[in-house]
């Protein structure tokens, strides 16, 4: 069987694989956070039928070898961690992170997650919390009878608020933010969480704004970083590629069957 049909089925797998991963970034386009993926691809193994430098004669070597490749295999997915842009809120517990540097989170399961989601709540014990109830850490309490629009955060991440009958806010904690060495090696797990592999290194912690972290907004959102114009233009080249590869196997399958319609 010619060896085109499977290099070529191979570079449709791959660049299916890629539509798959365009496809997933642009529906988190409106996820708060998302950090967008990008498929990188590396050639197969080389047959090879005659290597370079092979003695020619005694005083000559072969200049140049004989090999042909197998196709093509995905070799990594990677978060790309630029800053996506900030969108105001007004919503007192909504935060932003500017810069580096991810939100600790307490998982059910006693063990961390991380996030640059900064969409946070204020459950019923007066606890910052996110979306899906898992506390951010250090744990943030708010006292009783506190005053919910007098709940701020500064740039180095110094919570404070007001209690019922006093007019002088009160400091109630200070948030933290973590970074990584990689953080591309981080393993994301859904519900914009992350957690920490031998890849991405051990998490760093540190004062926002301090050390090269990032500092906190209040009441803005960092939103996704995907570009839709771009995800659009690679879509197309991803598709043509494919359209590609499947002509390809057309040929191929073409010259087969001159080769079987050689006898009559």
Not at 40 to 54: C, M
Not at 114 to 138: A, E, M
Request: net charge neutral; hydrophobic share 40%.
């Amino acid at each position: 069987m010619m060896r085109s049909l499977w290099t070529a089925a191979s570079g449709m797998i791959g660049q299916q694989f890629n539509i798959d991963t365009i496809s997933n970034n642009l529906s988190n386009v409106n996820t708060t956070g998302f950090k967008k993926n990008r498929a990188d691809f590396e050639d197969l193994l080389y047959q090879s039928t005659r290597i370079a430098g092979t003695p020619a004669t005694e005083i000559t070597v072969v200049p140049t070898g004989i090999q042909v490749g197998h196709g093509v295999k995905v070799a990594a997915t990677q978060k790309i961690f630029t800053q996506g842009s900030l969108q105001n809120t007004e919503n007192v517990s909504d935060l932003a992170i500017q810069g580096e540097g991810f939100f600790r989170i307490l998982l059910y399961d006693g063990t961390y997650g991380y996030t640059r989601d900064g969409s946070f709540k204020i459950d019923s014990n007066g606890q910052l919390v996110t979306s899906n109830g898992y506390r951010v850490l250090p744990e943030i309490v708010l006292p009783e009878n506190f005053v919910r629009e007098s709940f701020t955060v500064s740039q180095d991440g110094r919570v404070s608020v007001k209690v019922a009958g006093s007019d002088e806010p009160i400091e109630i904690g200070q948030i933290e933010i973590y970074r990584f060495p990689n953080p591309a090696g981080l393993s994301a797990i859904g519900e914009n969480l992350f957690k920490v592999t031998n890849a991405s290194g051990d998490p760093i912690p540190g004062r926002p704004g301090f050390n090269g972290m990032g500092t906190l907004i209040q009441k803005f959102l960092e939103m996704s970083n995907v570009s839709v114009v771009k995800e659009m233009v690679n879509m197309i080249v991803a598709q043509r590629a494919y359209e590609l590869n499947s002509k390809a196997i057309q040929t191929s399958d073409s010259m087969l069957g001159i080769a079987v319609n050689l006898k009559r």
